[in-house]
């Protein structure tokens, strides 16, 4: 599983709410970039479960997640144009990239069935945690109404996947 990505996540989503009530929230530039890039990771992350699961239902979930990812990435990416906003590059954008690159290696080692265990159950706690960081620090800290709400609609597709992660992952057992 992707100890590492899953802990940067916990400790983002555990600690970001701290920050927030001590007055260093992420601004909406730093916000707009953590939230691409978590799509960006697991963009990557269902490219190598597409190209290396034999087993249907994780290579279905896995093209769900890049078509979904994509299309709100995109909107961001629309979003951001119309508002004149430039993304800035952060601590937990460079600590998500990072940890994702080395989880990214560990599960190329792994095939078959303990590849396809490790890789849902790995969606499961990052879409646990992204969602978690969304409702918690992301979303209050948006100061943009428009960037708020394309990340509320975000969670409630996350909060979808998650589910469907959940049912993967029971059917993988």
Do not use: C, W
Request: aromatic content about 4%.
């Amino acid at each position: 599983m992707q100890k590492h990505l899953i802990a940067a996540l916990a400790a983002f989503a555990l600690s970001a709410p701290a920050a927030f009530a001590a007055g260093a929230a992420p601004t909406d530039p730093e916000i707009a970039h953590i939230a691409y890039t978590a799509g960006v990771i697991d963009i990557e992350a269902a490219r190598q479960a597409v190209e290396k699961s034999g087993d249907k239902e994780v290579v279905a979930f896995a093209k769900d997640m890049i078509r979904d990812h994509e299309a709100v990435n995109k909107q961001a990416l629309d979003l951001v144009k119309k508002l004149k906003v430039t993304p800035e590059d952060n601590d937990t954008s460079k600590s998500l990239t990072s940890n994702a690159e080395k989880e990214r290696q560990k599960l190329s080692k792994l095939k078959g069935a303990a590849f396809d265990k490790a890789y849902v159950e790995n969606e499961v706690a990052y879409h646990k945690q992204v969602n978690e960081a969304l409702k918690t620090t992301l979303i209050p800290a948006a100061q943009n109404p428009d960037l708020k709400s394309l990340l509320e609609t975000g969670l409630k597709l996350f909060e979808g996947h998650e589910q469907h992660a959940e049912h993967v992952a029971s059917m993988l057992k």
